[in-house]
Structures are given as structure tokens and as C-alpha cells.
């Protein structure tokens, strides 16, 4: 099942192009990772893919259905409560899934707060929680763990991984880090720096669950050495 | 406290003021007092009361409606911010005598004339307020709407209605005191009852007692309109803001 593909991406602004021939496909349910140096463009890859930018020459196919995302910042309503802001923008979810989704991102002791009381790590997650809640076909991630301490970057990145794993969706990932891609990836994309194309593209055969920081560590050495400037 | 204490010495003042000047020129409290009182007793008090309070919530409601939807469309749209900026500053600039006054010319005496008349002069205000309320609106959450295909009613509702909020209080806080102001121009120029009305006949009459009745008797009931209804709504709608992290 082919899921996404964008033929030609040429995004020109006033410096040039920002992306030059960016053509990829997800199989359903497939994990893809793009990693690259920051400012590379790769947020402007995804607002793409996710339909918000549509100045650029090309095609994106997507699945058909909702789509969720997770942007760089968690964008949540700050004057809805967690649980309301998550009920506004999925209003068919049914109680027990979300229930279980609390329970799963560990927000159920949250769900009656605004998101100005919540830290950074929590809002984050509430903003994974509305990406899910969507049950969508198609789950945009932007860098969602920068800027929190490694522990919590780790745990966070299981959760995703589970709920992932539970529920097979179609799913870009962005990130800096090759960690987090290794990870979580089926499929990993690096990225050059500006305008940004793909270098090379690593399929990643060994099942999430299943990946030790052993396994990691060998995968982020055999992705060094295709390139070095990356990591 | 502090506040009842200002509003004695505001009294203290007046009572000072009027036995400096004699009763003619400025009455003391409980002469004006005793006016109130017995306009309220003949029942006319409320009914020049009630004429113009209908007057300032009906001109306000169409000036704020048509003022929050302009004003949206300015701040988002920047055509619509060029070929409206010009026509906001003639309204601005525009007295509001000469509004009243061309209005009752073109419509005659009438209550719509009245109305519109008010409502011309508080719009460009309003278009302001909203137009910059509009500019701030955080495009990402904008951003995440539609991401997320929020339905357009909803996303107004929850995601731009709340970011204006500051921004239409304010416009309400303002606009509330200048539509009153010109609803009694208004009344005194052109309609048969209501505060301005009155307050037209005492002139006439040199009346300070009953111009200071009726001008206190409806600051009273703004006043309570501002601590009963803006303020507690305000207070509702920042309740997430006073929690503290």
C-alpha cells in the first residue's frame, strides 16, 4: 500500500530552494524518520506533507482520513482544559480509549488542568495524546521531544514507541537526533543541509520492541558512516 | 476601602463645592438625592432610564457585532486592511455631532436614525480594538485547526474567540462609556424621552439639581453594568490565566 509520495518538492523562497527533490513513499502503518542538521528545511518538508504549506512545486499523496501532528511546540489551547482540548479537536473519541491514552502517557491525574500548569514534558505529551486521539491515518511529528532533559526524552520516545506499536499508523518523524530515529524508525531518511535532499535512505528490518541500546548503537554506527557530518 | 474612602471624599468635595457656590449653581448630594427620589417615585426616572439604556445596549450590540466582524476581516486580510484603513480614518476623525446630526437630516427623528447614528460613531473604535486583536492571533494554533480539520465554527469558538477576549473587553470597556455619552447627544437633539431628553428640558431651565439626578442615575446604572456583568465575565473567561503554574 503506497502512502505517500511527493514527486518533486521545490519550496523557493526568497534565498533559493529549500527542498530539491524530496520523492519518498510509507508503506501503511510505516514508521519513517528524516534526520538531518537543524535548519536543514525539514520542517518545511513536513508542513507539506501535512498540507499547510501549499506554495511548492510537486504532489503529496496522503492517506485518506484525519490526520494528527505534533508540532515543535506543543500548540495546545492554554485556555482549555487538557482534557477539552483534546475532546475539541476529537469529539467522537470514545471514553475508554481516552482514558486508556492517559493512562498510557501517564496525564490521567492531568486531564481537568489548563496546559499553563503542566511542564513542558506533560504539555508535549498531551499534545501526543491529541495527535492520537484522532485515531489518524497519517501521524506528523515535528521534533517532539527537543528541548526536554534526556531521561524524559527517553521515556517519552517508549510511550510513542508503544503506542505506535498498538496501533500501526502511518508516521513521519523529524528529528535531529539519531537516537530518537533509530529508535523509533522502520524507515530512516537522511537529510542534506540546504536546499535539503535525501542522502540516503535506511530500511531498518529489527521490530521497535525489539531494538536494545546495543542494536541502536550498531545502527547509528553504520548510518556514521554514510554520513559523517550528521549526529 | 480605599475605595469607599475616595468615593467620601468625592462627596466631602461636592458637599464643600456646593456650599461654596450656593445651591443654585451646585446642589448638594441630598438635594440632588431628594430629586432622584422623587423622579423615582412618579415612575418617570426609570422610564427615561429604560429609553436610553435600550438606546446604548441596542447602538452597542450593532456597533460591537459589525465591529468584531470588520475588524476580523482587516486584521486577517490584508486587502481588506488597505481598501478599509482610509474609510476608518474619515469615521474616526468624524465628530460625532456631525454624525448625529446629518443622520437625523437624512433618516428624520427617528429611533433608527437615533441608533445607527450612535452605532457609526463607537464602529471605527471597535474596528481598532478587533483589528489589532486580529493581527496577534498565534498562527500556530491557527496552524493546528486546521492540521487537525477543526470545523470553522469551532475553531472561532475556541481557538480565536478566547485570543480576542482581552482585545473585545477592552473594546466593550470603552465602547460602553462613549455610546452613553452619545446616546444623550443624541436624545437632546432629536427624540422625545430618555436621560439626554431631560437633561435637555433642565437646561432650558437651569436645572442643576435634576441635570445632576439624571446624569448620576445613569452613571449608577453603567457603573453597575461594569461590576455585575463586564467585570465577573472578564474574571470567567481569564480564569486559566489566574491559576498559577
Known amino acids: 500500500m503506497r502512502i505517500a509520495r511527493k514527486a518533486f518538492v521545490s519550496s523557493s523562497g526568497e534565498g533559493g530552494d529549500v527542498l530539491r527533490d524530496i520523492a519518498f513513499t510509507l508503506a501503511h502503518g510505516e514508521v519513517g524518520a528524516f534526520v538531518g542538521p537543524s535548519g536543514c528545511g525539514k520542517t518545511t518538508m513536513l508542513r507539506i506533507v501535512a498540507g499547510l504549506d501549499t506554495e511548492f512545486d510537486g504532489a503529496v499523496a496522503r492517506p485518506p482520513g484525519a490526520i494528527g501532528?505534533?508540532?515543535?511546540?506543543?500548540?495546545?489551547?492554554?485556555?482549555?482544559?487538557?482534557?477539552?482540548?483534546?475532546?475539541?479537536?476529537?469529539?467522537?473519541?470514545?471514553?475508554?480509549?481516552?482514558?486508556?491514552?492517559?493512562?498510557?502517557?501517564?496525564?490521567?491525574?492531568?486531564?481537568?488542568?489548563?496546559?499553563?500548569?503542566?511542564?513542558?514534558?506533560?504539555?508535549?505529551?498531551?499534545?501526543?495524546?491529541?495527535?492520537?486521539?484522532?485515531?489518524?491515518?497519517?501521524?506528523?511529528?515535528?521534533?517532539?521531544?527537543?528541548?526536554?532533559?534526556?531521561?524524559?526524552?527517553?521515556?517519552?520516545?517508549?510511550?510513542?514507541?508503544?503506542l505506535v506499536d498498538r496501533r500501526p499508523v502511518t508516521t513521519l518523524l523529524v528529528t535531529h537526533d539519531l537516537d530518537e530515529a533509530a529508535r523509533l524508525a522502520d524507515r530512516l531518511f537522511l537529510l542534506s543541509a540546504r536546499p535539503a535532499h535525501i542522502l540516503a535512505e535506511v530500511p531498518i528490518q529489527q521490530p521497535r520492541a525489539a531494538r536494545g541500546p546495543a542494536d541502536i548503537a550498531a545502527l547509528k554506527a553504520a548510518i556514521a558512516r554514510q554520513q559523517p557530518t550528521s549526529g | 476601602m480605599l475605595r469607599l474612602l475616595s468615593l467620601a471624599l468625592f462627596f466631602a468635595t461636592w458637599m464643600l463645592g456646593a456650599s461654596l457656590a450656593g445651591e443654585q449653581m451646585l446642589p448638594g448630594p441630598v438635594a440632588v438625592a431628594s430629586a432622584i427620589l422623587g423622579e423615582a417615585r412618579s415612575g418617570v426616572l426609570f422610564l427615561h432610564l429604560g429609553a436610553t439604556l435600550a438606546r446604548v445596549l441596542l447602538a452597542f450590540a450593532l456597533a460591537m457585532t459589525i465591529g468584531t466582524a470588520l475588524g476580523l476581516v482587516m486584521g486577517r486580510v490584508p486587502a481588506a486592511d488597505r481598501l478599509g484603513d482610509p474609510w476608518l480614518l474619515i469615521l474616526l476623525n468624524l465628530p460625532a455631532l456631525v454624525v448625529v446630526v446629518l443622520a437625523y437630516i437624512w433618516g428624520g427623528l427617528t429611533e433608527a436614525a437615533a441608533i445607527a447614528a450612535v452605532a457609526v460613531n463607537k464602529l471605527p473604535t471597535a474596528i481598532v480594538t478587533v483589528r489589532e486583536g486580529a493581527r496577534a492571533l498565534d498562527p500556530g494554533l491557527d496552524e493546528m485547526a486546521r492540521v487537525f480539520a477543526m470545523p470553522r465554527w469551532r475553531t472561532f469558538r475556541h481557538v480565536v474567540l478566547p485570543q480576542l477576549f482581552p482585545y473585545l473587553a477592552a473594546a466593550a470597556r470603552t465602547g460602553l462609556s462613549l455610546v452613553w455619552k452619545i446616546v444623550l447627544v443624541v436624545e437632546l437633539l432629536g427624540r422625545p424621552n430618555g436621560v439626554g431628553f431631560e437633561i435637555g428640558i433642565a437646561f432650558q431651565l437651569f436645572d442643576v439639581t435634576r441635570i445632576l439626578a439624571y446624569a448620576l442615575s445613569f452613571t449608577a446604572v453603567v457603573l453597575a453594568i461594569e461590576t455585575f456583568l463586564v467585570q465577573p465575565l472578564e474574571r470567567r473567561a481569564s480564569r486559566w490565566r489566574l491559576r498559577p503554574a
Do not use: C, Y
Open chain 1, 69 to 162: 501532528m505534533v508540532f515543535q511546540e506543543p500548540r495546545l489551547l492554554p485556555w482549555r482544559t487538557v482534557d477539552d482540548n483534546i475532546r475539541l479537536i476529537a469529539p467522537h473519541v470514545d471514553e475508554a480509549k481516552l482514558a486508556a491514552l492517559f493512562d498510557t502517557l501517564g496525564l490521567a491525574t492531568h486531564r481537568a488542568h489548563f496546559p499553563g500548569e503542566l511542564s513542558l514534558g506533560l504539555a508535549r505529551r498531551v499534545a501526543l495524546a491529541r495527535a492520537f486521539a484522532v485515531e489518524p491515518r497519517l501521524l506528523v511529528l515535528d521534533e517532539p521531544f527537543t528541548s526536554l532533559d534526556q531521561p524524559l526524552a527517553v521515556r517519552l520516545r517508549d510511550e510513542l514507541a508503544m
